[in-house]
């Protein structure tokens, strides 16, 4: 079984990235992979480092952990692509 912490990083390394790849969905522009990379590398920081706050011993499952992590990542990628703009 993975522990928890491993859970939290994986579901908000995964939401970073899913919204990594709405935003180059939805963009108009041609693909441009140093551009996505350099956001992917961004959204995994920041999600890490929101992750890094969570108290994690009091979460009841591995479905709850993956959801806010999940949560965290897209969370901390979208506020980075405000941002930005």
């Known amino acids: 079984m993975v522990d928890i912490?491993?859970?939290l990083i994986g579901g908000a390394?995964?939401?970073a990235a899913l919204n990594v790849i709405?935003?180059?969905s939805q963009s108009e522009e041609k693909f441009n992979f140093k551009k996505a990379?350099?956001?992917a590398i961004a959204a995994t920081i920041a999600a890490l480092a929101t992750v890094s706050?969570?108290?994690v011993s009091i979460l009841g499952g591995p479905i709850q952990?993956?959801?806010l992590g999940l949560l965290a990542g897209f969370?901390?990628?979208y506020s980075l692509s405000?941002?930005?703009k």
């Open 5 to 7: 912490p491993s859970l």
């Open 65 to 67: 952990t993956i959801t």
């Open 22 to 24: 709405r935003g180059v």
């Open 75 to 77: 969370g901390a990628d």
């Open 53 to 55: 706050i969570f108290d």
């Open 13 to 15: 390394i995964l939401g």
């Open 82 to 84: 405000r941002l930005n």
């Open 37 to 39: 990379s350099g956001a």
